[in-house]
């Protein structure tokens, strides 16, 4: 009764009582939370990781100054500049409706702005868009990143991040305007919402519109994802909700959306991917531009891809194969599928080397006493194979057109001719200007199967091409650019004709039947 007296004593005196406070265990020093810290250095390692991936893979962008395929170019940049511009060339492909203008649409977006904003330079308008892939792949690698951790831990997470930025065939292809680079980034990004083992950000609707995505820029990107979307569709408890809900409107989007923006630039109803399909497959037209022994990806494709990544790939399929044998079945199907067809490039299968690295990690989280020896050999071995490839290698087809691009301001009516094999070089969407230009075409249609090409008659006599095709003085060129090796073969031509070598520019070191280790260009002086 003493107690509740003073304690109405103390109230009635407006007196109140304050308990002693205790230093939260949940607090820093400064009396921050420690979850409101821990955010914050979550948020700044994130932050610091994207920041790193934007530098390095812009870095990667700038030091890779030579080409590759005469697709990344004119199956995108050059098709783009005729969308926007309405000069140019387009190539067989978009006359029989077998390419598709998705892809190169978005670019052709990108020319239209950059004209209204009149910053339609010709660097801008050749670094913008190797610029943008660069970007995206960057994002990719972030994501990629990030997924290897959710999958394993932050130790096998970094080494298998290690592995993909070592990539020497990564550095070389993913800022190039191919399908190939751009169907291997999505990929990588779809693998990051794939429901995987231990995965806990998958998502059916992203990974499959992603999927839907890479089939849109190039439709052989199913070959990869047939097995992934059976492994899927078997794991999946609810099979009716996922292809009623996922597969049927993902996949009408994948087929209605390109087909409408194909019909408009093509005039006409058409469906490119079955057009692709047969005219690449079924009719064997691929053939056409070479083909190669069945085993050519077994035993030079991959390994070339891979690099010296192979023993560590190989030795990761016996470590953790039980974990992610759906992505070795994925591996080994894609490699099988295309061995099958007779024309093989090594850029077909790029799109597998994310599934190889995370293999290629498991190996180098695993290693302890020979871990630093193999860091360095795959430092050693990869990065003089991409700066050499990225910065030396055919740099020349590049170089040329810098040099061309002076003559639309410096040249009265230039008319320049390319006395080389069809599609050496890139065309309008590295001079942007509506000069005078001719280069000697391959297959006009599908009509010329059997007749032999104006690249081809070019090649076998060069000589008796350039006087059967200019017998008037007035209508010759006033500059060829030919690789060295022709130069002999035409001697007379240009002794007869005043022309005279004006540059001299290094291709590449390993020159091969009608490509030369040199491009020349000559003027001719009236």
């Not at 979307?229 to 049927?248: A, G, P, S, T």
């Amino acid at each position: 009764m003493e107690t509740l007296r003073q304690r109405s004593r103390f109230e009635r005196n407006g007196t109140e009582v304050k308990l002693e406070e205790t230093e939260s265990p949940l607090k820093t020093k400064d009396n921050a939370p420690l979850s409101t810290v821990i955010v914050s250095f979550l948020y700044t390692e994130v932050l610091r990781i994207a920041s790193f991936c934007v530098i390095f893979r812009v870095l990667n962008c700038f030091l890779v100054q030579s080409s590759f395929v005469p697709d990344e170019y004119w199956q995108a940049v050059e098709v783009a500049h005729h969308m926007a511009f309405k000069y140019g060339h387009l190539t067989w492909e978009w006359k029989e409706g077998i390419r598709g203008f998705t892809y190169p649409l978005f670019f052709a977006i990108i020319y239209k702005v950059l004209h209204w904003i009149h910053c339609d330079s010709v660097y801008i308008m050749i670094w913008l868009p190797r610029l943008l892939h660069a970007l995206f792949t960057a994002f990719a690698d972030f994501k990629f990143l990030f997924l290897v951790e959710e999958l394993e831990n932050q130790h096998v997470a970094k080494w298998t991040f290690f592995c993909h930025l070592c990539s020497w065939f990564t550095w070389y292809c993913c800022s190039r305007t191919l399908s190939n680079s751009v169907e291997a980034t999505i990929t990588c990004l779809a693998l990051c919402y794939f429901p995987l083992p231990g995965s806990k950000t998958h998502s059916s609707k992203k990974y499959l519109s992603l999927v839907a995505l890479a089939a849109i820029v190039r439709p052989t990107a199913l070959i990869l994802w047939l097995p992934l979307l059976i492994y899927h569709f078997w794991q999946e408890d609810n099979k009716l909700r996922l292809v009623v809900h996922d597969y049927i409107p993902i996949g009408a989007l994948a087929i209605v959306i390109p087909t409408i923006i194909d019909s408009i630039f093509y005039e006409k109803w058409v469906f490119v991917h079955f057009n692709f399909l047969k005219v690449n497959v079924l009719d064997g037209l691929a053939s056409y531009f070479g083909t190669h022994p069945w085993h050519w990806y077994l035993t030079q494709g991959f390994p070339v891809i891979i690099g010296p990544h192979l023993p560590f790939f190989l030795f990761g399929c016996f470590l953790a194969f039980r974990r992610y044998k759906i992505l070795l079945v994925a591996i080994a199907w894609t490699i099988g599928a295309y061995s099958l067809l007779p024309h093989k490039e090594f850029r077909f299968i790029y799109p597998v080397l994310p599934f190889c690295m995370i293999f290629c990690g498991a190996t180098m989280a695993r290693m302890k006493a020979w871990r630093r020896a193999a860091t360095a050999g795959l430092l050693a071995s990869n990065l003089p194979i991409a700066l050499y490839t990225g910065l030396i290698h055919q740099r020349g087809a590049l170089d040329v057109m810098s040099h061309i691009h002076v003559l639309c301001h410096n040249v009265s009516q230039p008319d320049v001719l390319f006395a080389m094999s069809c599609h050496s070089t890139p065309y309008y969407s590295h001079v942007h200007c509506p000069l005078k230009m001719r280069f000697l075409e391959g297959l006009r249609d599908l009509s010329q199967l059997d007749h032999e090409t104006e690249s081809e008659r070019f090649i076998n006599d060069p000589l008796l091409w350039l006087r059967t095709s200019y017998p008037l003085e007035h209508s010759l060129p006033t500059h060829l650019v030919l690789f060295d090796v022709m130069e002999k073969k035409i001697t007379a031509f240009l002794r007869e004709n005043n022309y005279r070598k004006t540059t001299d520019i290094f291709h590449t070191h390993f020159p091969d039947g009608g490509v030369g280790g040199r491009i020349f260009i000559y003027e001719r002086h009236r």
